[in-house]
């Protein structure tokens, strides 16, 4: 009997590419994924923890399913990912007809825990060493992933993917979960980086996004020779079909000049780079442990805008960390100002267990202060894409056409009364969520085409190489391919073109019969 699973995620790419590899392991084994919590016998909710947030709306989640489960307990319900690892046993404790609590670091187990399950072995729980679980070696095997499966229909858009090349995080700022629900900074070796993008290139692939919560801290030595960042995109941008490159989160000590030259060396290199700086005062930077000052982040700013002066550059910035007074706030916008990020990601301070934050200040600015502090913020950064935008209109951008606008879909969905299969949400603040797996019920194709969709223009939305997203009337037909679309208007977050129009010189066809 074919199973059938549901699986949900949230938080950032790293999880939306653990769900890909998830499903593709699943489907390799006969399961069909449906877009229905109520038709499915498997639910799996791939999680984050980067926010208290977050992990709520999972308990939320499981929340709803408890009733179901009493109706049929031979529904299995996994909670996997990040939150599986912060939380382990005390995910039973609050949800008991949980049945699977899986760390990111055994997801490729998933498979035979299931069949485990449904023979009769009760609930399981499968998650890596804590980080002073062992000598440091046991604990990274033990976070170890499996990145080689791939499953291009579970990709929000089958020209595009992720591709891990670092997992882990050694710089333990203070407010963050992440080196402990992820564990030890680990790069993989460039040979297997370079075998999985040329395998995707064949697939039809691209643009490839390269995945570390460090990404530009990435090295790995093979046989004496050291491979860096940079020395890594050479490798990949001659891969033949690879269009565009591009590279998440930067870490801003480790912006190197080499780095610099490279992405602005290399036509496939995208120009765009989201480094975030967090806070605009020193004295805040210094208790979340950043180890960089915010002249220093000035000064990598100034060389990013010298070697490579038309990329775009976004940020991220945490208000209201413990102990920020009106003043250190104010340095922050002044910096935001100041930088004209193309974007910044906005988020309220989030005290999480077990970090050092946590550990040592009260978590002491007070919920109306975060939010006033957290809309001004994005009033400011909002104003500045807004006039950042402006220059755009009425010239023609090259856009890679990524599928159907959020739009379409849902008219789409509406029309032929079928959901997705495979949702993924973004959290609170619409961070990462690249979109769902957009795979309609038998009617929709990897792009997320419906099949029969043939009447008037689509709604397409695709991405210019600064990775501005544009929207604009085309066919599924031009779908991956990367076309040039003129702008005739902009708002903070997105630009509306018309693809210029192609003019075809007179062809002649022959019919042989
Ligand atoms: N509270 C709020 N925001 C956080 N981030 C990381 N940890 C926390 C936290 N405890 C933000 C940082 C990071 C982004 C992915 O999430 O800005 O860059
Ligand atoms: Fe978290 Fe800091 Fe590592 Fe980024 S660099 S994942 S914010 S600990």
């Not at 990601?345 to 005290?351: A, E, G, H, L, M």
């Not at 008037?456 to 501005?468: A, E, S």
């Amino acid at each position: 009997m074919t199973r059938k699973l549901y699986i949900e995620t949230v938080g950032c790419q790293m999880n939306i590419l653990d769900s890909e590899l998830v499903v593709a392991d699943l489907r390799k084994r006969g399961y069909e994924v449906v877009g229905n919590p109520a038709i499915a016998d498997t639910i799996l909710f791939n999680t984050c923890s980067v926010r208290a947030h977050a992990e709520d709306k999972i308990y939320s989640a499981l929340g709803r399913l408890r009733e179901a489960k009493q109706r049929d307990p031979s529904k299995i319900i996994g909670v996997i990912g990040c939150m599986a690892q912060n939380h382990q046993h005390a995910v039973f404790k609050r949800a008991p007809y949980v049945d699977l609590v899986v760390g990111p670091g055994q997801l490729h187990q998933i498979p035979t825990l299931i069949d485990e399950i449904v023979a009769g072995g009760g609930r399981k729980i499968e998650v890596s060493l804590d980080r002073s679980g062992g000598p440091r070696r046991d604990v990274e095997r033990s976070f170890e992933s499996y990145d080689p499966l791939r499953d291009e229909t579970m990709r929000p858009s089958r020209y595009q993917a992720f591709v891990r090349i670092m997992i882990g995080c050694d710089k333990f700022c203070t407010y963050c979960i992440v080196p402990k629900v992820r564990g030890p900074e680990q790069s993989r070796p460039a040979a297997h980086i370079e075998t999985e993008v040329r395998k995707l290139a064949e697939e039809g692939c691209r643009e490839i996004t390269l995945l570390g919560q460090t990404v530009n801290s990435y090295r790995h030595t093979d046989g004496g020779v050291t491979t860096r960042l940079s020395d890594l995109l050479y490798r990949l941008s001659a891969i033949e079909g690879i269009d565009r490159l591009k590279f998440v989160t930067n870490y801003p000590k480790d912006m190197t000049q080499d780095l610099l030259e490279a992405v602005r060396d290399i036509k496939e290199c995208s120009h765009y780079l989201h480094v975030p700086c967090q806070s605009g005062s020193n004295e805040v930077l210094k208790r979340m442990k950043r180890n960089y000052t915010v002249e220093d982040y000035r000064e990598m700013y100034a060389r990013i805008r010298e070697t490579v002066p038309d990329f775009a550059v976004t940020s991220d910035f945490i208000v209201g960390f413990c102990g920020e007074t009106e003043e250190d706030f104010e340095k922050t916008m002044e910096l935001v100002a100041e930088s004209r990020f193309k974007n910044s990601f906005i988020f309220k301070y989030s005290p999480r267990e077990g970090t050092k934050a946590d550990e040592l200040w009260p978590d002491d600015i007070p919920e109306e202060v975060k939010r006033r502090r957290n809309n001004d913020l994005l009033a400011l950064q909002n104003q500045i894409s807004f006039e950042d935008n402006q220059p755009f209109l009425g010239r023609a951008v090259e856009v890679l056409v990524e599928g159907p606008s959020e739009l379409a879909r849902k008219h789409e969905a509406q029309a032929h009364e079928v959901r997705a299969h495979g949702s993924n949400s973004s959290d609170e603040n619409g961070e990462a969520g690249a979109g769902g797996a957009p795979n309609a019920d038998g009617a929709s194709n990897a792009d997320g085409v419906p099949h029969d969709h043939v009447h008037g223009p689509l709604q397409l939305v695709g991405r210019t190489n600064c990775d501005r997203i544009v929207v604009f009337d085309g066919n599924p037909r031009q779908i991956g391919r990367i076309l040039p679309v003129t702008i005739y208007d902009a708002n903070s977050f997105t630009l509306f073109g018309e693809v210029v129009t192609e003019h075809v010189g007179p062809e002649v066809y022959s019919i042989s019969l």
